[in-house]
T-cell receptor
Framework: EAQVTQNPRYLITVTGKKLTVTCSQN?????MSWYRQDPGLGLRQIYY???????DKGDVPEGYKVSRKEKRNFPLILESPSPNQTSLYFC???????????????FGPGTRLTVL | QKEVEQNSGPLSVPEGAIASLNCTYS??????FFWYRQYSGKSPELIMS????GDKEDGRFTAQLNKASQYVSLLIRDSQPSDSATYLC??????????FGKGNQVVVIP
């Protein structure tokens, strides 16, 4: 089944304790992205990656890191989480956008993170 | 970031009625527009995309785009309880990035 998977789905942690949220897709997609969703603010992009070893900042990158060492994986790293990073996180992937047309982004199931 | 506005509050419609959602955007150069549906606690899923002025129909959904007035709308005909969800308007920025509106909640009352 073609899908984007995220782990963990739910996480409660404490301020300052480093954590990683994994994202993996089995569709051979070049493009991957991380979003956070907060009430009243909608979905906002954190980081995106056009391909392996190519990443760039989205709209709200502060406090996050990413890496893209393999095509299928795009982990989100919070080196020192803070309570304002409590949110619902979505990973998404799509075919390469370089053709000039929009390729549908497929979203993972989400990770609900609470930082105490 | 390009701004996408969805200002309406929750929309309650009786089953079988038409639900109408509106979205405005700030960048006159935007070319690609999308409607995503998101059930509570679930991930967004694409239900409509529209690139040209006018209407685009897909089943019970119709997307309408008016680039001169900078708005895009979504009509849901014959609304069903399964249509109860939050609907997100989005437009494409460069490099496949999406800018999302905050969403409109639709509640279909049986």
């Amino acid at each position: 089944e073609a899908q984007v998977t995220q782990n963990p789905r739910y996480l409660i942690t404490v301020t300052g304790k480093k954590l990683t949220v994994t994202c993996s897709q089995n569709m051979n997609h070049e493009y991957m992205s991380w979003y956070r969703q907060d009430p009243g603010l909608g979905l906002r992009q954190i980081y995106y990656s056009m391909n392996v070893e190519v990443t760039d900042k989205g709209d709200v990158p502060e406090g996050y890191k990413v890496s893209r060492k393999e095509k299928r994986n795009f982990p989100l790293i919070l080196e020192s989480p803070s309570p304002n990073q409590t949110s619902l996180y979505f990973c998404a992937s799509s075919l390469s956008p370089t053709s000039g047309t929009y390729n549908e982004q497929f979203f993972g199931p989400g990770t609900r993170l609470t930082v105490l | 970031q390009k701004e996408v506005e969805q200002n309406s509050g929750p929309l309650s419609v009786p089953e079988g009625a038409i639900a109408s959602l509106n979205c405005t955007y700030s960048d006159r150069g935007s070319q690609s527009f999308f409607w995503y549906r998101q059930y509570s606690g679930k991930s967004p899923e694409l239900i409509m995309s529209i690139y040209s002025n006018g209407d685009k129909e897909d089943g019970r959904f119709t997307a309408q785009l008016n680039k001169a007035s900078q708005y895009v709308s979504l009509l849901i005909r014959d609304s069903q309880p399964s249509d109860s969800a939050t609907y997100l308007c989005a437009l494409r920025e460069g490099n496949n990035r999406l800018a999302f509106g905050k969403g409109n909640q639709v509640v279909v009352i049986p």
